[in-house]
Antibody, heavy 124, light 110 residues
Framework: EVQLLESGGGLVQPGGSLRLSCGGS????????MTWVRQAPGKGLEWLSG??????????RYADSVKGRFAVSRDNSKNTLYLQMDSLRVEDTAIYYC???????????????WGQGTTVTVSS | QSVLPQPPSASGTPGQRVTISCSGS????????VNWYQQLPGTAPKLLIY???QRPSGVPDRFSGSKSGTSASLAISGLQSDDEADYYC???????????FGTGTKVTVL
C-alpha cells in the first residue's frame, strides 16, 4: 500500500524558514516523480513544485509564486522528499500536500497518491 | 500560476447526472491530457480520472471524463450522497512549464 507521510509543518513568523519532509513507502520511491501541492484555507489547489524520480540530473520545476523562495529535493536512499521554504509570507499559510506522480519524469503526469498534508501557518 | 475556470458549484438530486466543465487554452488542455481529482470534506484530494477519461482502479464507472479542444468535462451519473465533494481538473501547461489546477467545483446532492 502506497503511503506518504508529511511532517515539518507548524507556526512560523513572516520572513522565516521551514523544511517539510515527506516519507514514502509501498512503492519504489526513486522510480517516480514527486510533487508538492498546497491549499490555502477555504481555497483551491495550487501546484508548487515537482522533481523527477532520479532527482539529480533534471531541473526541478516551480510555480512562479514560490520560485526563488522554495527548493525541492529528494533523498532516494531515505525514500524522502523535502521542501525547503524560505522568506515565508502570510499568504503561504496552507495545507501542504506531498504527492506521488504517476510516472517518473516529474512533469505531465497525473498525481495518483496524496499524503494527508501538513499545515503551515505564517503569522506574527 | 494560471488556473482553469470551473463553475463554482453544481447540484442534483440522488440518481441524477451532473456535469462539470473545465476551460483551458492551447498550451494546457489543448495539448495535454486532463486529470480530475475529488476532494471529500476534510480529506486530501484523490485521483478520479486521468488521461482525459481513464479511471484508476476502484473508481466507479459512474464517473466519466471527456475532452474536446481546449475544454474538458467530468460527468457524474447516478448521483449519490457520497459524491458531495469538491472536484478539480488539472493538466500540464507547456507555456508555464508547470501544472495548473481548475478553480474547483463544489457538488451538492440535494
Amino acid at each position: 500500500e502506497v503511503q506518504l507521510l508529511e511532517s515539518g509543518g507548524g507556526l512560523v513568523q513572516p520572513g522565516g524558514s521551514l523544511r517539510l519532509s515527506c516519507g514514502g513507502s509501498g512503492f519504489t520511491f526513486s522510480s517516480y516523480g514527486m510533487t508538492w501541492v498546497r491549499q490555502a484555507p477555504g481555497k483551491g489547489l495550487e501546484w508548487l513544485s515537482g522533481i523527477s524520480g532520479r532527482g539529480s540530473g533534471s531541473t526541478p520545476r516551480y510555480a512562479d509564486s514560490v520560485k526563488g523562495r522554495f527548493a525541492v529535493s529528494r533523498d532516494n536512499s531515505k525514500n524522502t522528499l523535502y521542501l525547503q521554504m524560505d522568506s515565508l509570507r502570510v499568504e503561504d499559510t496552507a495545507i501542504y500536500y506531498c504527492v506521488k506522480d504517476w510516472g517518473g519524469s516529474g512533469s505531465h503526469d497525473a498525481f495518483d497518491f496524496w499524503g494527508q498534508g501538513t499545515t503551515v501557518t505564517v503569522s506574527s | 500560476q494560471s488556473v482553469l475556470p470551473q463553475p463554482p458549484s453544481a447540484s442534483g438530486t440522488p440518481g441524477q447526472r451532473v456535469t462539470i466543465s473545465c476551460s483551458g487554452s492551447s498550451p494546457n488542455i489543448g495539448t495535454n491530457p486532463v486529470n480530475w481529482y475529488q476532494q471529500l470534506p476534510g480529506t486530501a484530494p484523490k485521483l478520479l480520472i486521468y488521461s482525459n477519461f481513464q479511471r484508476p482502479s476502484g473508481v466507479p464507472d459512474r464517473f466519466s471524463g471527456s475532452k474536446s479542444g481546449t475544454s474538458a468535462s467530468l460527468a457524474i451519473s447516478g448521483l449519490q450522497s457520497d459524491d458531495e465533494a469538491d472536484y478539480y481538473c488539472s493538466t500540464w501547461d507547456d507555456s508555464l512549464n508547470g501544472y495548473v489546477f481548475g478553480t474547483g467545483t463544489k457538488v451538492t446532492v440535494l
